[in-house]
């Protein structure tokens, strides 16, 4: 296809010798914190002196590990970015889920064959658990017989579809995020406890289903034990472990328990981050107790950048963070733009790594990453072999724990807002469009609309066709290396490396992978680049 794909292919036949079983006689144990929500500068050890919030165990981590300063999410709203954890797969080349109701009702996302790291794990011989933020839809026993929804869930009876379908050996989950009903745990496939009232919590107030006994500030914690009884109980036996253990927090409703409470100079907000940092610290606590730290992987990341909504009051609010910026807290660290929107600070977040005798302690790596990696660097460690359909959009980063010095195989990365697109290649990023590519209902800025009508106005006329967008003013090309908050759209002045840069998308698109192998289809039969066009672009 290209040089990028052809050099990538000869750097992953060296990997090919590493042997994950010369150290010791077992398999290494996994296990993988994902935050929801949490901004690159939200932890102190990557936002520094603009980070107002202490996060000891995340910190921790850092010190003991590796910093990668330059690993990203692959979509800066939820379902997406989970979409590709679990499959090493681009979220825009699956076609559409299923029916399903409004928010945590929502309807599968993903095949129920499709390959996952668990599956691939549990292959390997590691017992696998899905603990936490599920959002990536069920398929639920209704009373009617039709799509699940807010009135006719049968809470007596299990799942039709859930985690457990999808390799997990065994979960304990929240179908969606923390303020979306219907608000019930789900142990293997089953709803715990009576589901008889109706609750909704202060930031968007969504009142619905939910169990007798659910409350908020209670999740974290519970979460937190069935995370320290899966590791306390796996850790005893001779097979190794995966554990994803996906947090709600600081996800709005921001409810940090009372133990939290005023913890923070930065009110709720700072305090729920502390909370999710001190679970974090659970998690490495049960660890060490149960010896099995030694023998463990650990990487703790964001599912993508801070919500702009977030702060010191409960009820989701325009703008909110950008008043803890006058307070010297700056969620998205020294980069542009928040959940949502297409500059960095909606997918550039903080990940950090732990692996006794294999990371060095006080690293820091600038390669970049995308968290879609974590499965072919899980399946590296594991000793897997991954077919050529699995998994094409990741790339193993094993060679980064080892060295974090080392220069990165992956050289592109795909990455969606909601809804625009955005490509790195190098130092060089393109974004798909005008403006943050997002609504800018929260503040994100400048809005979609916005940015489209000054875009339309400056070009002097309305396109004839998509491609005519490709190029300024309807994209922006900014050079990270030499300007990371984004601030100069170099896309007039480099025309060539716009063209070479949609060639490289183009081809990666059409191949069905980033990575070596043969062409595989999209489940999508046509992708657009441009996602999200306002009608008004092509009206006459």
């Known amino acids: 296809m290209t040089r990028y794909l052809v050099a990538l292919a000869a750097v992953s036949l060296s990997f090919t010798s590493f042997n994950p079983i010369s150290a010791a006689d077992k398999l290494p144990n996994i296990v993988f914190i994902l935050a929801d929500d949490l901004g690159y500068g939200d932890i102190k050890s990557f936002g520094g002196e603009r980070c107002q919030v202490e996060t000891p165990n995340f910190d921790l981590l850092a010190k003991e590990g590796v910093r990668f300063t ?17 499959t090493g797969r681009y979220p825009f080349r699956f076609g559409r889920g299923s029916n399903g109701g409004p928010w945590g009702f929502i309807g599968l996302q993903l095949k129920k064959t499709q390959f996952t790291i668990a599956r691939m794990l549990r292959k390997a011989g590691y017992r696998t658990a899905c603990i936490g933020k599920w959002h990536l839809g069920t398929a639920m026993q209704t009373r009617d017989g039709k799509v699940q929804g807010l009135t006719n869930v049968d809470y007596t009876k299990p799942l ?5 379908d999808y390799g997990f050996d065994e979960s304990f989950i929240l179908p969606g995020s923390l303020d979306m009903y219907p608000y019930v745990f789900v142990r293997d496939h089953k709803f715990v406890g009576k589901v008889t009232a109706r609750k909704g919590w202060s ?20 979460f937190a034990d069935e995370a320290e009884n899966f590791i306390s109980r796996e850790s005893r036996t001779k097979n190794p472990f ?14 940090p328990s009372p133990p939290f409470a005023g913890r923070s100079q930065l009110g709720i907000y700072g305090d729920f981050i502390m909370e999710t940092d001190a679970v974090v610290g659970r998690v490495l606590a049960t660890l060490d ?3 099995a730290a030694k023998n463990t992987l650990v990487i703790a990341a964001s599912d993508h950048g801070a919500a702009l909504y977030a702060g010191r009051k409960r009820k989701a609010t325009y703008a909110q963070l950008k008043e803890l910026e006058k307070e010297g807290h700056y969620s998205s660290g020294p980069y542009r733009g928040y959940k949502f929107s297409v500059y960095e600070g909606g997918f550039r977040i903080p990940c950090v790594a732990r692996w006794p005798g294999v990371t060095a302690p006080g690293g820091s790596c600038d390669a970049l990453i995308g968290l879609q990696d974590l499965l072919a660097t899980s399946a590296e460690i594991a000793g897997e072999k991954l077919d050529a359909e699995e998994a094409p959009d990741s790339v193993s980063f094993l060679p980064l724990l080892k060295n974090p010095a080392a220069k990165g195989a992956r050289e592109t990365l795909v990455v969606q807002g909601a809804p625009a697109m955005a490509f790195h290649s190098g130092p060089w990023k ?25 875009a339309l106005g400056d070009y002097g006329k309305k396109p004839a066709n998509r491609k005519e967008l490709e190029r300024a003013p309807f994209v922006q090309l900014f050079r990270l290396d030499s300007d990371p908050g ?10 060539e490396k716009v063209k ?41």
Not at 160 to 164: A, M, Y
Not at 242 to 255: E, G
Not at 433 to 454: F, H, I, L, V
């Open 242 to 255: 995966f554990l994803y253990l996906a947090l709600t927090s600081p996800h709005t409703p921001t409810s």
């Open 500 to 540: 070479e840069l949609f060639k490289l998308i183009s081809e990666q698109i059409t191949a069905g992978r980033s990575t070596p192998g043969p062409r595989i289809a999209n489940d999508r039969e046509r992708i657009d680049l441009f996602r999200g066009i306002p009608r008004f672009v092509w009206r006459k």
């Open 486 to 495: 984004e601030t100069k759209n170099l896309a007039a002045d480099h025309p």
């Open 289 to 291: 107790r149960t010896g």
């Open 430 to 454: 393109l974004a798909l469009c005008p403006g943050s590519g997002c609504a800018g209902r929260y503040g994100n800025s400048p809005p979609q609309e916005e940015a489209w009508k000054k």
């Open 160 to 164: 039709l579809v859930g985690p457990n």
């Open 70 to 86: 330059n690993a990203h999410a692959s979509a800066s709203v939820c379902v997406p970015s989970r979409m590709a954890i679990l």
């Open 203 to 222: 930031a968007f107030n969504r009142v619905g289903p939910a169990a007798e006994d659910f409350e908020d500030w209670k999740v974290l914690d519970t």
